[in-house]
């Protein structure tokens, strides 16, 4: 825990101090990205001292060769991996011919801001170098939202104790290393370095992905904000980089500053002879524009987004922060203009977990997306599945032995094939698959449009519906079928038999897809043969998978009156976590993996996890009962258990703790509550905190095609507020401790329903209740 | 499967012809060792074909960085690793400028023989080189048993359809890598090359581990049989290689030969600063005794071996043939020598496995080196593990977090420490433990020698009653002691809860080192004080471990009357191995770890395990019971497997199925059954080989200090026989299809019990039942 390192504040990331051992955590809190592209927040100059350099690309990734250490049967060969992407940030300086290097010079007044708001990184700080020049620098940064293609820098430098000559050196660097490659390979092959008079190109390919890129640069030199048409003096070109140097003379207090454009473009959105072309347009247009103006647009862009999505907390400025930390990155991560991209577990900050889609996506974000944007973006996110279909169904068979079309989709993935490597999980955590039928199901819940599911869904809906009429074996000693072998979501079992929550969702995926398929037989003919002639599934395969659906069994405690999370859970020794010795925690990183097995203790939601996404299926006193059953037995060692578990305790009344729950999965990183934000951020479960409040607090659910609350209010706080974008009206939820106010600036009226009862919202008319 | 290849013979493994595809299978059956160091079968000349060259010292290993996909707390840092050694056999051989190199001439009568009998190899062929000239060779080679750093090599080359220029050029090689090399790492580092006239050294070290070995050569050249006094014409010296060139005008007809000896000295026998000044001691030796003489000592050396080990099969050469191979690479293996060694999986065949020692020397190996040798060998492998006792203490406490003395023995070790690392293995078969207790309880059986137990044996008995006692856990629920997250003998299965033959030899664990305490108390009350005040063992602690071993849970099915394999095993879709569709085997070959995980198939004997342990804790009935319920989901793909059916069928009295698996396990590498004899011979199996001869077929007991037999025969043989060392008496058993002979050529006489009935076996005087 971290928990007094970030300054609090409404709007703004901010740090203030230079410690170099908190390098790489910042680095990671203050990464910036804008859906096309991202970056940790790394210095522009050299830093000698532990950094972890990270740019990355959206959609490119490299298939790194799979490494285990026992081999087994269907485990994938390679291991698609988010892909360490050219450096086109580095600026060096040099002051009187010595380098700016924080790690060798003394530091004052270090401040950094990552403005959440308005979008931009800023870094400011005075540094005395070892030829005792003080000098000032502030430096921002940004990635546009207008032009995904193009990054801005304006470095400025100010010789505070004497006259200076200021030497900025820009480069571009191809000759990038993944941090987490398996076999210290190289992933990119440099092809071309080219250059005009102030902007630079290199060309680069991946290896074995044939990834196309062209990372570039242009600069210009401002002296007291002027610019100095400086030319360079130098440009060293290399096999992996180019270098240009421009020498200032500095009169001390006089600030010189560079100004740096850059950014990529991808075989991927462009033809690859043209993508050179590409980048000198996307220059031309950065250029035009200037680095003021487009800083101007980029506020702009923000206010749009924020406008939708913004949640205000009033009288806890943390709490503020924190959602705005995760509604702000989960909107550098994923923005929903690219149905081939995905939402990955560390966004653009780091490599940690290989590759950029897990169940995460629909459990998680496809809520968040759905009610803050318009719905073509929850739409894309689908689609991406329904894209990979043909994959999931050749994982299955090929390399699980399934047949007759049944889909497995995989644990992770770039491009739908699996990259993972670990049996218990690639294998054996096949409640994946009911995660992303059930996004389908709350798609149309939400938004009320069916129509994905005729044209799209049901093909992903009957595959799923398949592999679980595969998967479960008929056991004739309980006279029912079961599922053996599985991992739930709670990761602390492996290789269990008849997880409930597995149980659970296989038996409701049948009988939804079932479901489906009636509807769509009735009510889209064409679509139903369309189909039917293409899957070739007939009555008596239908009647099979029915039979698995009504049988299934579901473990379950008449003592306890609870459903058993798997067989044999109550064998455990049953010792609370609140009885556990404090120095055994995190788990995770004290014990061993078999003891952790053998333990009753829970990493995440698993029961509960079906107990939210099938809330209406249970009464509040089952829900109860299972929370007070399991929740003291959970560690919440994953980011994705506090906010569940703030929901269930939202709803169950227990405020206390939903609140320090909420706070949990709020400020995960930012107070580094796991130790590990220098590997990265964790974006997915960003989702889960706006789930918090809207689902938890604001108690929103959509029943019979109209969006439900039962709002509450944490005491620590005056009031909150969100917006929904629920089928094309906003509507705006205030809540404080005396009461709600709705309100929505469309043109029809909404009704919601407000602890069960239905009000009307005009428009431009505030109700209050 | 590979059943034709090898000559069938009863003294000899013979291969006739040469194929390309099999040199690396029989680089592994013809394999030599003499129990010290060993080597595949390698030619000495250049191949530039397909081969694994594999030279091994026992004892010197090297740790390899642990290699994983993914990290789990406890794992082992690094996997001890069987070394290959330096190279000293080689021998490359020129004709007229021309390299002999089987995988470029034209190649007439390969003919190779390993002769069991005698102790060596031989090599002959005739090969018709690209310059026209052809040539006779015939190259004999062995590791002599009595000085076992030395090994000799005579390899002779007749020119037979014209003169020839013959160039010898016998070498050493410490540039040796491992194939299973986790990172590409060198082992070696080589520290100095030196040589006199005919006679060469060369001193590495292995990295890390620090042995330092000494390899070296001396070579003599012969023309028509008699010394020729040739010097070499060329040393030719490099970094980690020294090489002589030897050049001898052959006549047409005429046979030139050079005599090798060569070997190690190593720094687990001499000081290191002794190495070569031993080396040339043992060149000495060697060399005054001269080839002939020692291979007339190594066949009188395996004579003795063979007096006492030897078990003949008459009416069946393949029987025959096979039961040899096993008993002569056990011998080749390990000779029992050296209390620091013990039998890799693989011995000096292959590197596969890593690690020396598993379960395999305590539940198969024990047996057949009591019954052959003498009782220090079988105590020597036990204090084996008294010696690493404490490492056992230090892996359960600091890698797994039990405490207060309490052992988990490795998976696999070199020197104690765990090398192995996948987590259901390492941390889950800790059944392990149980089968070294039981060799403790055996050894005592059969020899009747009690003094190890209060000397060393009960301090590990402790050990390990104090791992189970703390292993196990109270299950309310079934209010009884339950071992929940296990791997039992049936590695197909994982994690599993109350593996019936976990929880059986756990139980038994605690109750028999119980006793033993109570006897050493009474009985040696000074090493019994001694004992107690190191490991500070109270009566309240003896009352808990009794508890846990009264209490233990046993799955049990009322139905079927028989102990379940595991909880829920009748969960599974039960179809039997008879009803699978032979494609679909080998199952670990052709399904995904999952789906061999949620089937019911069974790699080895589990719960018949148990049965062959404790066989008298149980009925016939019982045994029968349980044998056809579990053989037929048995898939017998571990080579442990088949041997413990066959005694067990034969016990049963099914004598054909006892044959059936006798062949699968006795031929199971000169067959090939799991196509996988190019990676290095299965050596602990062999002894479950000689198991089932024994114990299956002859019916061999102990109780209450008396051997037992049961003699039953197949219908296939005429007859066998076999010896046992019974408390330093030879008994020889002799049955035919009408009766049974005993006989011994000792000095007082042995009660034995023939089916039941007691009889005497005067000094050699014939007993025939």
């Not at 825990?1 to 230079?18: A, H, K, L, T």
């Amino acid at each position: 825990m971290n928990q007094d390192y970030i300054v609090p504040n409404n709007w703004s990331i901010i740090e203030e101090g230079f410690e170099a051992e908190r390098v790489k955590s910042s680095e990671s809190l203050f990464s910036i990205g804008n859906g096309a592209m991202g970056q940790r927040a790394n210095f522009e100059e050299k830093y000698s001292g532990d950094t972890f350099q990270g740019s990355y690309i959206a959609g490119v990734y490299y298939p790194d060769k799979t490494k285990v250490g026992w081999w087994k049967n269907g485990y994938p060969q390679y291991f698609a991996k988010v892909l360490n992407a050219p450096n086109w940030i580095g600026i060096n300086v040099e002051i009187n011919g010595e380098n700016i290097d924080l790690a060798s010079c003394e530091i004052k007044k270090f401040r950094r801001e990552l403005n959440m708001k308005e979008g931009w990184y800023n870094r400011t700080f005075n540094a005395i170098l070892k030829n005792g020049i003080e000098i000032k620098v502030n430096t921002t940064r940004f990635l546009s939202l207008d032009i995904d293609e193009l990054g801005a820098i304006k470095y400025e430098v100010t010789p505070i104790n004497s006259d200076a000559k200021v030497a900025f050196k820009p480069y571009l660097d191809t000759g990038i290393e993944n941090e987490d490659t398996n076999w210290e390979e190289k992933f990119w092959e440099t092809l071309e370095v080219k250059h005009d008079e102030n902007s630079a190109f290199i060309m680069a390919r991946t290896l074995k992905t044939k990834f196309s890129v062209a990372t570039y640069m242009q600069n210009s030199i401002l002296v007291n904000t002027i610019s100095a048409n400086v030319k360079p003096v130098e440009v060293q070109k290399e096999a992996t980089t180019i270098s240009f140097t421009y020498e200032i003379a500095a009169s001390k207090g006089q600030t010189v500053a560079i100004e740096k454009l850059g950014g990529y473009t991808v075989s991927t959105n462009h033809k690859e002879e043209e993508l050179i072309r590409a980048a000198k347009n996307v220059l031309d247009q950065g250029n035009k524009l200037g680095f003021d103006t487009l800083l101007k647009q980029q506020k702009e862009a923000w206010a749009k987004i924020w406008e939708m999505s913004d949640i205000t907390i009033e009288g806890d400025v943390k709490a503020q922060q924190g959602i705005r930390f995760n509604i702000f990155q989960l909107n550098q991560t994923y923005l929903g203009k690219d149905s081939r991209l995905n939402i990955g577990p560390k966004g653009f900050t780091g490599e940690k977990y290989g590759g950029s889609t897990y169940w995460d996506t629909e459990a998680y974000c496809i809520p968040f997306y759905m009610a803050t944007k318009d719905q073509n973006v929850a739409r894309s996110l689908l689609e991406y599945r329904y894209n990979q279909l043909d994959k999931a169904i050749e994982n299955a068979e090929n390399n699980l032995g399934f047949k007759n079309g049944a889909a497995l989709y995989p644990m992770v993935t770039m491009n739908g094939e699996e990259c993972h490597n670990e049996w218990e999980i690639t294998f054996e955590e096949i409640h994946r698959n009911g995660a992303i039928a059930f996004a389908i199901f709350n798609y149309y819940r939400f938004t009320g449009d069916y129509s994905y599911i005729p044209k799209k869904g049901l093909e992903v809906l009957i595959g799923i519906a398949r592999f679980w009429h595969q998967r479960a074996t008929f056991s004739s000693d309980k006279d029912k079928y079961v599922i053996l072998g599985v991992t739930g979501p709670n990761e602390y079992e492996n290789n269990v038999n008849n997880n409930w929550y597995t149980n659970y969702i296989a038996k409701w995926c049948i009988d939804y897809a079932y479901e489906q398929i009636e509807k769509v037989k009735s009510e889209y003919s064409n679509d139903y043969s369309r189909i039917m002639s293409k899957v070739n599934l007939d009555e008596p395969e239908l009647n099979e998978w029915k039979k698995v659906a009504d049988n299934m069994y579901f473990p379950y405690s008449e003592k306890h009156d609870v459903f058993l999370q798997q067989d044999n859970f109550l064998d455990k020794e049953l010792i609370k976590v609140a009885d556990l010795d404090k120095s055994q925690r995190p788990i995770n990183q004290k014990w061993s993996w078999d003891r952790i097995l053998r333990s009753p203790y829970i990493k995440q939601a698993d029961t509960l996890q079906g107990f939210y996404f099938f809330e209406d299926h249970f009464t509040k006193e089952q829900l109860e009962r299972h929370f007070d059953f399991y929740e003291p037995f959970t560690v919440h060692e994953s980011s994705l258990s506090p906010c569940v578990h703030s929901i269930q305790a939202a709803v169950l009344g227990r405020m206390e703790q939903a609140y320090t729950f909420y706070l949990r999965t709020s400020r995960l990183d930012l107070d580094d509550y796991n130790k590990e934000v220098h590997e990265g951020l964790h974006i997915t479960s960003m989702a889960g905190t706006w789930m918090s409040i809207v689902e938890g607090f604001g108690g929103m659910r959509v029943k019979n095609d109209i969006l439900h609350f039962e709002p509450r209010i944490p005491n620590q706080w005056e009031g909150y507020s969100f917006k929904i974008n629920f089928r094309n009206q906003i509507l705006k939820v205030e809540v404080s401790q005396k009461e709600t106010k709705f309100s929505q600036e469309g043109t029809t009226a909404i009704k919601v329903s407000v602890f069960g009862k239905e009000i009307l919202v005009e428009p431009n008319h505030l109700v209050t209740v």
